[in-house]
């Protein structure tokens, strides 16, 4: 594909298409953990990492695969990248997936992600299905990043908090204090908040677009 084709895959990704901006898809991971910045993070490469492998697999498969057994094998695709992503977690971040815990097995019904392999990664070769992967990795994480953000700052009063859950014991400072002594808002730790705070975000970006 030529550069003008990856750089408009890019921004559909990131932007124009985003799963969770536009799509409103992988909601449920999406309002669950996106409580503080690290989880969100957290979840957000854990997805990236899936898509990407993911697309590429499905890409190089894709004219071996028949119609009739397309979605079952996408499905048993993205569900080993989930078990290989899991155990990565489990390794090398455990803290963290003892917070995240069963949203990351869930990734593998994230309908954001069936929809790329079958809508994307199925029609398209491997370089052009790897970009699209990671660049609507990267814009679910970003969209996550930014509600983790929002939720934490407003329910409470930090930013990056238990940084050492996803970057180690080194990370232990890493957080922020925004407001001191702040007793915190609990509806933006809770669903309705996720909600509230998803709603602003998409107004914003509409405004943007219009912009």
């Known amino acids: 594909m030529s550069e003008v084709d990856h750089k408009k895959i890019a921004q559909d990704g990131i932007w124009d298409n985003n799963a969770g901006f536009v799509q409103l898809l992988g909601l449920c991971p999406l309002l669950a953990v996106s409580g503080t910045v690290v989880n969100a993070l957290g979840m957000g490469i854990?997805?990236?990492?899936?898509?990407?492998?993911?697309?590429?697999?499905?890409?190089?498969?894709?004219?071996?695969?028949?119609?009739?057994?397309?979605i079952p094998v996408f499905v048993m695709v993205i569900a080993a990248f989930v078990t290989v992503t899991q155990l990565l977690v489990q390794a090398f971040a455990f803290p963290l997936y003892q917070t995240l815990g069963l949203f990351i097995a869930l990734i593998t019904t994230n309908c954001a992600i069936i929809g790329r392999a079958e809508a994307f990664a199925a029609r398209n070769g491997m370089l052009a299905s790897a970009t699209d992967g990671l660049m609507m990795g990267l814009g679910?994480?970003?969209?996550?990043v930014l509600l983790g953000s929002m939720r934490e700052i407003i329910g409470q009063g930090t930013w990056l908090a238990d940084a050492q859950l996803l970057f180690g014991p080194a990370a232990a400072n890493w957080g922020f204090t925004?407001?001191?002594?702040?007793?915190?808002?609990?509806?933006?730790?809770?669903?309705?908040g996720a909600f509230i705070c998803l709603g602003f975000l998409i107004a914003g970006k509409n405004v943007m677009d219009r912009w």
Not at 48 to 61: E, H, K, Q, R
Not at 178 to 190: D, H, K, P, S, T
């Open 46 to 70: 854990a997805t990236t990492l899936v898509l990407l492998m993911s697309n590429i697999t499905i890409a190089g498969i894709r004219n071996v695969v028949r119609d009739e057994i397309r």
């Open 140 to 144: 679910f994480t970003l969209v996550l």
């Open 178 to 192: 925004i407001v001191e002594n702040y007793r915190g808002l609990l509806v933006a730790a809770l669903p309705p």
